[in-house]
Nanobody
Framework: VQLVESGGGLVQPGGSLRLSCVAS????????MRWYRQAPGKRREFVAL????????HYAESIKDRFTISRDNSKNTVYLQMNNLKPEDTALYYC?????????WGQGTQVTVSS
């Protein structure tokens, strides 16, 4: 199982970014996918989840109405569209998949929101 995130960067408050996570080593369309984030000095927190065919999504309250999770099963990729970014969104963003009692994580992509 491999998860590779990309798309992070430095953005001004109010800006947008789209993160991508490309998955390999498993049947992508069989699994729900998640995004998490971890800010410096804080615990890793749940951001969003999308079901295996993309029919349903769930979000943390702190980012609801600003972030959108989506997936393209033909590309084995899950996305996180982030709009109206705030300084408190600064964190390392990870995608994650639970599978067979284990959790698999990517290496993360850094998002920094600052003027």
């Amino acid at each position: 199982v491999q998860l590779v995130e990309s798309g992070g960067g430095l953005v001004q408050p109010g800006g947008s970014l789209r993160l991508s996570c490309v998955a390999s080593g498993f049947r992508f369309s069989d699994y729900h996918m998640r995004w998490y984030r971890q800010a410096p000095g804080k615990r890793r927190e749940f951001v969003a989840l999308i079901t295996h065919f993309g029919g349903s999504a769930h979000y943390a309250e702190s980012i609801k109405d600003r972030f959108t999770i989506s997936r393209d099963n033909s590309k084995n990729t899950v996305y996180l569209q982030m709009n109206n970014l705030k300084p408190e969104d600064t964190a390392l963003y990870y995608c994650q998949v639970p599978m067979d009692g284990a959790e698999y994580w990517g290496q993360g992509t850094q998002v920094t929101v600052s003027s």
